[in-house]
């Protein structure tokens, strides 16, 4: 594949990703990294770096939309941030570490890490897709708990999503959302922004090292964003026109579909 081709490839990919993201908050991470895999060609140690500093750039710059609306709020972040720190400086350890000692298999584990991480999100977007009358009955249960357990649940959680972001760069809004519309009874609105700035967060923190070891492509970072920020402000403007079963049950499949093909691999 010529140059050109290549760079006009990382521009439709950022495109199909960037709309996606503009319908339903997710994807920067659990579709982009696959896709750069599977059809960018990359590495996945290299997947794994130019997604997370992708998906930090995309995150921050959606988040201050809900920030200004005051829609953001900094004590959830604060406890998520608790959890994901650690686990965050965990994953990205045991990927050095492997890579330093056993680089024949870092690829092996990555891919695998990667596919298990798409099949688990695939599986919460489907549970989404459930119909509404279900969902409000699942999620109207109160998880009555004492604040402190309350505030421990959720740096564990921070923790789990947060080592799976450092290893996968897949994960963190799909999987943070059950944790946190079940601890806080908030509305939609401020836990959508809390869980943005949160996974943005962490995004950046697992994206340093990676970026410090070499694993990031700024080129494709900038060609990506080429594409996705024209893609996410035009189907931003889709909401109310598009019921959300549609790309949201497309997505499950996409991410279904290419965990099982990466675990294959």
Same mark, same amino acid.
């Given at each position: 594949?010529?140059?050109?081709?290549?760079?006009?490839?990382?521009?439709?990919?950022?495109?199909?990703? !960037?709309?996606?993201?503009?319908?339903?908050?997710?994807?920067?991470?659990?579709? *982009?990294? =696959?896709?750069?895999?599977?059809?960018?060609?990359?590495?996945?140690?290299?997947?794994?770096? $130019?997604?997370?500093?992708?998906?930090?750039?995309?995150?921050?710059?959606?988040?201050?939309?809900?920030?200004?609306?005051?829609?953001?709020?900094?004590?959830?972040?604060?406890?998520?941030?608790?959890?994901?720190?650690?686990?965050? *400086?965990?994953?990205?350890?045991?990927?050095?570490? %492997?890579?330093?000692? +056993?680089?024949?298999?870092?690829?092996?584990?990555?891919?695998?890490? &990667?596919? %298990?991480?798409?099949?688990?999100?695939?599986?919460? %977007?489907? *549970?989404?897709?459930? =119909?509404?009358? *279900?969902?409000?009955?699942?999620?109207?249960?109160?998880?009555?708990?004492? /604040? #402190?357990?309350? +505030?421990?649940?959720?740096?564990?959680?921070?923790?789990?999503?947060?080592?799976?972001?450092?290893? $996968?760069? &897949? !994960?963190?809004?799909?999987?943070?959302?059950?944790?946190?519309?079940?601890?806080?009874?908030?509305?939609?609105? $401020?836990?959508?922004? #809390?869980?943005?700035?949160?996974?943005?967060?962490?995004?950046?923190?697992?994206?340093? /090292?990676?970026?410090?070891?070499?694993?990031?492509?700024?080129?494709?970072?900038?060609?990506?964003?080429?594409?996705?920020?024209?893609?996410?402000? &035009?189907?931003?403007?889709?909401?109310?026109? &598009? /019921?959300?079963?549609?790309?949201?049950?497309?997505?499950?499949?996409?991410? %279904?579909?290419?965990?099982?093909?990466?675990?294959?691999?």
């Amino acid at each position: 594949m010529t140059g050109t081709s290549l760079e006009l490839l990382e521009i439709a990919i950022g495109a199909g990703v !960037g709309f996606l993201i503009g319908l339903t908050g997710l994807g920067s991470g659990s579709l *982009l990294t =696959p896709l750069l895999i599977l059809v960018g060609g990359f590495s996945p140690t290299s997947a794994v770096g $130019t997604s997370l500093v992708f998906s930090c750039l995309t995150k921050f710059g959606g988040s201050i939309q809900f920030m200004r609306r005051g829609l953001v709020r900094y004590d959830i972040v604060r406890d998520l941030a608790l959890g994901g720190l650690p686990g965050v *400086l965990i994953g990205v350890l045991v990927v050095h570490q %492997l890579g330093a000692r +056993r680089p024949a298999s870092m690829d092996s584990f990555l891919l695998r890490s &990667i596919g %298990l991480a798409l099949i688990f999100v695939a599986l919460i %977007l489907i *549970l989404r897709l459930f =119909p509404e009358k *279900l969902q409000l009955e699942l999620l109207s249960r109160d998880l009555v708990l004492h /604040p #402190s357990l309350q +505030r421990s649940v959720v740096m564990i959680s921070g923790f789990v999503v947060g080592g799976l972001v450092s290893i $996968t760069s &897949i !994960g963190a809004g799909a999987a943070l959302m059950p944790v946190m519309v079940l601890c806080y009874r908030r509305d939609f609105g $401020t836990l959508v922004g #809390s869980n943005l700035f949160a996974s943005a967060f962490l995004a950046a923190v697992a994206a340093l /090292p990676h970026a410090r070891f070499g694993n990031v492509s700024w080129t494709a970072v900038g060609l990506l964003l080429a594409g996705s920020l024209p893609a996410m402000w &035009i189907s931003s403007h889709m909401h109310g026109r &598009i /019921p959300r079963h549609i790309p949201e049950g497309l997505l499950a499949l996409v991410l %279904l579909g290419m965990g099982i093909r990466i675990i294959g691999l």
